[in-house]
């Protein structure tokens, strides 16, 4: 017997969704990027809240609503004083709620996200000899598939990590099929003979 090892490695977006859309003072589609900024508009009947959004190219503006003619008490009070200040984490929070496109029929791109990871040893106990098991924690959906995490984390090739997974040394928990799906919250993978991977922990 010898030790087995868990880690939950932490997925954090380095940037923010990009949303394509027809600019009128551009006369085409373009990028329009996050702002991390809040529009709020209040009277004393109702309440508009808007992300707002810039053309990537001449700066004009696009509000993506997040609340429209809410009553003031069915918003929570903590929240609203973050619309007011531009809380950051708010923004990321609203940038990656996907319902919110689709309500306002906007075309978002997710493919261009580039992530951080943190990882945090989570317990060591006996188990069968040298596996690894990675506890994803992954609060917003990203483009990112599972071979793509491994190998940039192994740092070997997609195709050795294919073959990895082939001989049953590389499986997702719940899902041993493939490898090829979305990296998603609370996903767990296995990782059996890692001993050689010395920089999967670092």
Same mark, same amino acid.
């Given at each position: 017997?010898?030790?087995?090892? +868990?880690? @939950? &490695?932490?997925? !954090?977006? +380095?940037?923010?969704?990009?949303? !394509?859309?027809?600019?009128?003072?551009?006369?085409?589609?373009?990028h329009?990027?996050?702002?991390? *900024?809040?529009?709020?508009?209040?009277?004393?009947?109702?309440i508009?809240? &808007?992300?707002?959004? @810039?053309?990537? *190219?001449?700066?004009?503006? &696009?509000?993506?609503?997040?609340?429209?003619?809410?009553?003031?008490?069915?918003?929570?009070?903590?929240?609203?004083?973050?619309?007011?200040?531009?809380d950051k984490e708010?923004?990321? +929070?609203?940038?990656?709620?996907?319902?919110?496109?689709?309500?306002?029929?906007?075309?978002?791109?997710?493919e261009?996200?580039?992530?951080?990871?943190?990882? *945090?040893?989570? =317990?060591?106990?006996?188990?069968?000899?040298?596996?690894?098991?990675?506890?994803?924690?992954?609060?917003?959906?990203? =483009?990112?598939?599972?071979?793509?995490?491994?190998?940039d984390?192994?740092?070997?090739?997609?195709?050795?990590?294919?073959?990895?997974?082939?001989?049953?040394?590389?499986?997702?928990?719940?899902?041993?099929?493939?490898?090829?799906?979305?990296?998603?919250?609370?996903?767990?993978?296995?990782?059996?003979?890692?001993? =050689?991977?010395?920089?999967?922990?670092?």
């Amino acid at each position: 017997m010898s030790y087995l090892n +868990k880690y @939950q &490695w932490e997925i !954090i977006p +380095k940037n923010l969704p990009i949303v !394509i859309r027809n600019c009128p003072k551009c006369n085409e589609k373009v990028h329009y990027i996050n702002s991390e *900024k809040f529009r709020v508009n209040a009277n004393k009947n109702s309440i508009d809240v &808007w992300l707002i959004y @810039q053309c990537e *190219k001449c700066k004009s503006t &696009w509000n993506m609503a997040i609340y429209e003619r809410i009553k003031p008490y069915d918003i929570n009070k903590y929240e609203y004083e973050e619309f007011l200040s531009n809380d950051k984490e708010l923004a990321l +929070k609203y940038a990656f709620n996907l319902s919110i496109y689709n309500k306002s029929k906007a075309k978002v791109i997710l493919e261009h996200i580039n992530y951080a990871l943190i990882k *945090k040893k989570l =317990e060591t106990y006996y188990s069968t000899e040298n596996e690894l098991i990675i506890e994803i924690v992954c609060k917003y959906p990203i =483009e990112l598939r599972v071979d793509k995490l491994l190998s940039d984390q192994l740092k070997i090739s997609r195709n050795k990590i294919k073959n990895m997974h082939k001989k049953g040394l590389i499986f997702i928990k719940d899902n041993k099929n493939s490898l090829n799906i979305k990296v998603k919250d609370k996903m767990e993978i296995h990782v059996l003979n890692n001993a =050689e991977f010395k920089t999967i922990n670092s």
